[in-house]
């Protein structure tokens, strides 16, 4: 008996020791930070012709992972679920040209604005819409909950527009435009510039935007220890001009905010 109950206690402690093994493994990486990111929003984080994921924000993120010692991996989500992925632990930051909303403020934290943005109008090159106004009657797209919906809500036209289609990403609202199922799209004013530039000819912007905005990172509320991390980082950043050296390669300009 006396054996019998020695090797229950040390068989015990062994499945004790495995459990805690399986249950450190099974866990994130705490070294890691796992950004969620929406792999169509070019030049932002999209993926490139050998299907790896690039970008402005892969970039600058990698370059503050990098200040925090820290690792990263970037999770492509459902951009209307971004929050929900947040919240659940899934991913531990927002980040990929994520416009700062009130709305949003009391969903997670944000980083201090790093980069101006707009809501913009595309139309086709040859299309005789130029003015917000003329949308009126109209078919726009835009991607479903984004602030691009939240910009067109907030302009008095939205009520004359005949029909707003949703998309899961921009780069289907465009495609849609592209084959007249559409007269025009809202769209970020870094993207539009971007698909203006890959397509010369095939779009226009109105002269006339929407909202002015600024872009932020978003943290997990409570994860303030996280937050001050990261943005001490990017403070690093700017101080040393490692931000400014990645907004010259992907814009060819300094346009990071100070």
């Known amino acids: 008996m006396k054996k019998s109950g020695i090797l229950i206690v040390v068989l015990g402690m062994m499945l004790i020791a495995l459990a ?5 493994g ?3 990486d705490d070294n890691t ?4 990111i929406d792999d169509k929003f070019a030049p932002m984080g999209f993926r490139d012709e050998n299907n790896e994921i690039v970008g402005f924000d892969i970039d600058y993120a990698k370059a503050a992972a990098d200040k925090m010692g820290m690792e ?12 929900s992925e947040l919240n659940s632990g899934r991913i531990d930051l927002i980040w990929n040209g994520y ?7 009391g ?10 943005n707009s809501q913009v109008i595309v139309t086709l090159a040859d299309s005789p819409i130029s003015a917000i106004s003329e949308l009126a009657g109209k078919v726009v797209g835009l991607q479903t909950l984004s602030s691009a919906a939240d910009a067109l809500d907030a302009n008095p036209i939205k009520a004359d527009i005949k029909e707003v289609s949703e998309f899961s990403d921009n780069v289907l609202a465009l495609s849609d435009l592209k084959n007249k199922r559409l007269d025009a799209v809202v769209i970020d004013e870094v993207v539009a510039n971007y698909y203006l530039s890959k397509e010369e000819g095939t779009f226009k912007i109105l002269d006339e935007s929407l909202a002015p905005e600024e872009y932020g990172i978003g943290v997990k509320k409570g994860n303030e220890e996280l937050l001050d991390k990261l943005q001490k980082a990017l403070d690093e950043m700017n101080a040393d001009g490692t931000a400014a050296q990645i ?8 346009k990071v905010l100070k």
């Open 107 to 116: 969903k997670v934290l944000f980083t201090k604005p790093y980069l101006k």
């Open 20 to 24: 805690g093994c399986s249950g450190s």
């Open 247 to 254: 907004s010259q390669e992907w814009f060819g300009e300094d």
């Open 72 to 83: 990263v991996k970037f999770q492509p989500i459902d951009w209307s679920s971004k929050e």
């Open 26 to 28: 099974s866990g994130k």
């Open 33 to 36: 930070l796992v950004i969620g």
């Open 99 to 105: 416009t700062i909303t009130d709305e949003r403020k």
